[in-house]
């Protein structure tokens, strides 16, 4: 036996024949790699080679791919180490293409048309010409592309492919198509899911009768009519309250139930887009750089889209001057017949690239782990999981008395009675922010309503209908709490009108409803929201039932028996003893136990919605469709997220030390 000069045993005449044996025998089946690779030069060499990029930073980068689900050019260019000209030079040579301009060059319409714009923008892929009966499709992946050619019409093959860089394709998009793809984000939900079959007159006229009907009533049957709208009134309120004291016992019993803490993080992490949907907000703009540059999620993941109106020059001025990082990047909207929130959302989802699709309000200060919890819990959650809601929380809780019963309401909401509802297996009423769905269940719902001014609410209830599942996960983001009477009332007002909207959509068709939630979904979600929107409405006549307790007449005691009323009243007592012990429950943890003596007080709060209801219930026949901006930015001038200074971190408390136990049990 001999030994070669790298140490290694070299064969000699005796054992070549057991070297033979165990060189026929069958090996384990290695995989082979990707076709789009065999027989390329790796792309990190080729960089190397042309001088754009160092040996160390390659090493650094291919590290990271390891466990990210990242493309190596998204790494380096996210972490600057090349730029998007140097990476289409790279992938030109490594894939023998030809670069492409496409400012010089730019693509045919008619060739987007017959592609689809949607399908352009999603796969980054721009159609720029017919040659010799060949379609040149420039691409800014073209490790992507032998699938992508799968999905392209065949009556415009064959396809040869030419690089360009996704900048310059999305550039291109937006020049030829950009009309047609804000029409297609006004209409992406079906019809009949949608409330813009423009039948508002009908629904307007349906509101005035009824209200008139009734005005006549009480003038000639006062007793009747009055019976009937009081007994409406309190079956809703004993039907609420049975569905918070539900959800509260739920929450409480099955309290630490989610796993979003203590979770193994996923092989590979996700790429993650967050749109922030901006409107005539320049003040706030500076401070949502700072707030979104504190998550911490990996920067070649995340794709955070500032969504603002086109002739929003303000926000995009202030948004231009707060010179954004690599991965954030602003995206005007085109303007058109209506303006709101969702079809903003509907337009920007075009050009976002992650697997992950989240949304944020351009006041919030999400917890620096956040994505990071989101991540885990969609890599381990079931496949029917499709949508999960964070917790949302205040960062100025003692501004006033209205803030701290806006405070006080929301961790009813978020820490008790909405991850009951969502254990329980109901219908969940999404929040407008801190919300993450799957991309591909999110596109194939039809994405947002965008005449719909709670898209948010709506786009729970056809989750559900669909038999996807919504689940809370504990990770907060904190906002300013509207802490002004008439903002609040006109915020409120809009919530109720879209709730109203959105009940009447998907009662159009009761039977199909009923089969597609099923009957225990179906009449919870009737007590959901067509209960809530009763109580707020007829609140007045249950307030009416103080006249008694001041000895004054009231008509009830015409129709009920004495031993009848105190049954009535025991009810009301039960249902505000339920409202307080569910609301000191929510905020009985440390960050919020100086609110519990405000409790009591939220019976001075909820009068305030029955004149957002009536509000409501008057733009709904009026203009059913408007969208009643809330200002924000006002109370958080001097406010901070905490981690710059220390004299900055305790008034706003936005980001304390993860809990082991979620943070609405607290």
């Known amino acids: 036996m001999k030994t070669t000069l790298y140490g290694q045993k070299a064969v000699s005449s005796d054992n070549l024949s057991d070297l033979t044996a165990r060189l026929a025998k069958p090996k384990r089946r290695v995989p082979p790699p990707r076709r789009a690779q065999i027989g390329r030069t790796p792309l990190g060499q080729i960089l190397v080679d042309m001088g754009y990029l160092s040996p160390g930073d390659l090493l650094k980068a291919v590290s990271l791919r390891g466990r990210e689900e990242a493309r190596l050019g998204d790494i ?20 023998n293409a030809s670069p492409y301009d496409l400012a010089q060059d730019p693509p045919d319409p008619r060739l987007i048309d017959a592609i689809g714009a949607e399908l352009c923008c999603t796969k980054v892929i721009a159609p720029v010409k017919r040659v010799g009966g060949v379609t040149l499709v420039a691409s800014a992946h073209p490790d992507l592309f032998d699938e ?18 996704e900048r310059a394709i999305t550039d291109s998009l937006l020049a030829r198509r950009q009309t047609h793809m804000i029409r297609r984000a006004e209409s992406r939900v079906a019809s009949e899911m949608s409330c813009r079959l423009r039948d508002e007159r009908r629904a307007a006229v349906f509101l005035f009768g009824l209200l008139f009907s009734t005005a006549l009533g009480l003038i000639a049957m006062p007793l009747v009519v009055f019976s009937i709208i009081t007994a409406w009134a309190i079956l809703t309120l004993l039907l609420t309250t049975g569905l918070k004291l539900w959800a509260g016992i739920t929450q409480i019993r099955h309290k630490d139930s989610l796993p979003t803490t203590g979770v193994a993080a996923p092989d590979r992490l996700p790429v993650i887009s967050i749109m922030v949907p901006m409107f005539r907000e320049p003040d706030i703009a500076p401070r949502l750089v700072a707030r979104m540059s504190r998550l911490h999620y990996p920067r070649e993941l995340l794709d955070l889209v500032l969504v603002v109106e086109e002739d929003d020059h303000m926000t995009r001025d202030a948004l231009a001057r707060a010179d954004l990082p690599r991965w954030m990047r602003v995206l005007p909207v085109p303007d058109g017949p209506i303006r709101t929130k969702p079809r903003a959302l509907n337009y920007a989802l075009n050009f976002c690239r992650g697997s992950i699709i989240g949304v944020y309000d351009a006041e919030d200060a999400p917890h620096p782990d956040q994505l990071h919890t989101i991540a885990r819990r969609f890599a381990h959650a079931p496949a029917d ?11 100025n809780p003692s501004t006033n008395w209205l803030s701290r019963c806006f405070t006080i309401e929301y961790a009813t909401w978020f820490r008790m009675i909405l991850p009951g509802v969502a ?30 001014v709670t898209e948010d609410a709506d786009l729970g209830v056809r989750l559900a209908r669909k038999g996807y599942r919504t689940e809370l996960v504990s990770t907060v983001t904190q906002e300013e709490a509207n802490c002004r009477m008439l903002p609040w009332i006109k915020q409120r007002s809009r919530w109720l009108k879209g709730y109203a909207i959105t009940w009447a959509v998907h009662m159009r068709d ?57 049954l009535l009243v025991a009810g009301f007592i039960t249902a505000e003893l339920v409202n307080i012990c569910l609301a000191v429950w929510a905020v009985r943890g440390e960050s919020h136990r100086f609110l519990i003596p405000w409790v009591p007080t939220m019976q001075l709060y909820f009068p305030l919605g029955a004149l957002a209801a009536w509000k409501a ?46 943070p609405w049990i607290n």
């Open 617 to 662: 219930i008057y733009e709904l026949i009026e203009k059913p469709f408007y969208w009643d901006k809330t200002t924000h930015g006002i109370f958080d001038l001097h406010i901070t997220l905490p981690g710059t200074t220390n004299e900055q971190a305790p008034a706003m408390q936005a980001s304390p030390p993860r809990p082991k136990r979620a």
């Open 148 to 165: 992508i050619r799968k999905e392209l019409p065949e009556a415009y093959g064959p396809y040869r492919m030419v690089i360009s860089t």
């Open 510 to 566: 009761p039977k199909r409803l009923m089969r597609d939630l099923g009957p225990r979904r179906f009449w919870a979600f009737q007590v959901m929201f067509l209960g809530s929107l009763s109580q707020y409405v007829l609140a007045p006549f249950l307030w009416s039932f103080w006249l008694m307790v001041f000895g004054l007449p009231h008509p009830i005691e015409m129709l009920l028996s004495p031993f009848q009323i105190k």
């Open 423 to 452: 254990k329980a297996g109901f219908v969940v009423p999404l929040g407008g922010t801190t919300l993450f769905f799957r991309r591909k269940v999110l596109e194939d719902l039809g994405c947002w309503d965008a005449h719909n």
């Open 385 to 395: 999981v499709a949508c999960l809601q964070g917790v949302l929380d205040y960062y």
């Open 76 to 95: 380096l260019i996210a972490h600057g180490w090349i730029t998007e000209t140097q990476l289409m030079d790279a992938l030109a040579q490594q894939w």
